[in-house]
């Protein structure tokens, strides 16, 4: 079993739609939980932190669902310039080093 | 502020040969980090420097791959011999703690190992 598993996609959207990715972890014992969004042949780029209680930044909501193990990405009235794929991540606790643990990522298009 | 800055952007070498990659983190990071994406899966920690000590080199696959960070500023990442399996994009990070979050990502090295 994956240690973050995403939903591949690709999700195709239309502009202003809503779309939502879900993402599990398999290691109770991670620590920190993350959203990074990869544009085609570029690095990733932090989105946004996720924490326990939810938190929304703009357009963006993420949600943290510790006893299911369970990360969300919501996005509201999607632009074309949300076109990439977006990374579910967690640091684990109790590692040596601080190793962030990728999903391979789940791909959104939004088209006009 | 100048971001994370890696050399070369591309590189192909033939099989059996030996290849280096840099990274320059961003200057005072003292925690510098070393990622790699193979065709197809996803993005996989390779090592951690806190300066110039190495605090984590479990995902190194195997003993063709070695990190440096001499003085603890830049870094290099050597792979030798390269295998056809090597290939893929290698990403360095940096951030100036180490809890996890605040990373800054280079760009990346795509490396076709034929």
């Known amino acids: 079993r994956k240690e973050v598993e995403q939903d591949p996609g690709p999700f195709n959207v239309p502009e202003g739609a809503t779309v939502a990715f879900n993402c599990t972890y398999s290691n109770s014992a991670s620590q920190s939980f993350f959203w990074y969004r990869q544009d085609c042949r570029k690095e990733p780029k932090l989105l946004m932190s996720?924490?326990?209680s939810g938190n929304e930044d703009g357009r963006f909501t993420a949600q943290l669902n510790r006893a299911s193990q369970y990360i969300s990405l919501l996005i509201r009235d999607s632009k074309l310039s949300d076109s990439a794929t977006y990374l579910c991540v967690v640091n684990i606790k109790g590692q040596a080093g601080t190793a962030l643990i990728f999903g391979k990522g789940t791909t959104l298009s939004v088209s006009s | 502020e100048a971001g994370v800055t890696q050399f070369p952007s591309h590189s192909v070498i033939e099989k059996g040969q030996t290849v280096t990659l840099r990274c320059d983190p961003i200057s005072g990071h003292d925690n510098l980090y070393w990622y790699r994406r193979v065709m197809g899966k996803e993005i996989k920690f390779l090592l951690h420097f806190v300066k110039e000590s190495k605090q984590d080199e479990s995902g190194m696959p195997n003993n063709r791959f070695l990190a440096e960070r001499t003085g603890g500023t830049y870094s290099t990442l050597k792979v030798q011999p390269a295998e056809l399996e090597d290939s893929g994009v290698y990403f360095c990070?940096?951030?100036?703690?180490?809890?996890?979050?605040?990373?800054?990502f280079g760009s990346g090295t795509r490396l076709t190992v034929v």
């Open positions: 996720v924490y326990s």
């Open positions: 990070a940096s951030s100036q703690v180490s809890d996890g979050g605040g990373y800054t």
